[in-house]
């Protein structure tokens, strides 16, 4: 199982995750985060998630574990500002991936070095 530098998981069932949002108003912003692997950031029903200036580096001190996984995966949340954040880095691109999120509530702008922002 991956374990992002900021993890935000609720342990809720999934038949409750729908009927409000569990934290509210986290600020994730002005960090620097070296990494091998690719999650950074995993949120589960959240309202007001505030992800900014981040620098996220990718180093090669180790194989990544979980190449293939988003870099922020968000679901079930809304009140979504993701700004300003830079990744560097080669071999695993850098992605957004939002699930069941209030998408007009959701604000991507000024991402340097993310390949793809995508919903499922």
């Known amino acids: 199982r991956p374990h992002p530098v900021l993890q935000i998981d609720p342990v809720i069932s999934e038949a409750y995750q729908k009927q409000g949002y569990y934290h509210r108003n986290i600020i994730f912003e002005n960090n620097t985060?070296?990494?091998?692997?690719?999650?950074?950031?995993s949120a589960l029903s959240v309202d007001?998630?505030?992800i900014r200036n981040n620098k996220i580096i990718r180093t090669t001190t180790f194989i990544p574990h979980f190449p293939r996984n988003p870099?922020?995966?968000?679901q079930h949340c809304k009140n979504l500002l993701i700004e300003g954040n830079a990744y560097e880095g080669t071999g695993i691109p850098a992605s957004i991936v939002l699930k069941d999120c209030d998408t007009p509530t959701v604000k991507i702008v000024a991402?340097?070095?993310f390949v793809a922002q995508s919903g499922e």
Do not use: E, H
């Not at 870099?71 to 968000?74: G, K, V």
């Open 33 to 41: 985060i070296k990494t091998f692997d690719s999650p950074i950031i």
């Open 48 to 50: 007001g998630l505030k």
């Open 71 to 74: 870099s922020f995966q968000l």
């Open 111 to 113: 991402q340097k070095g």
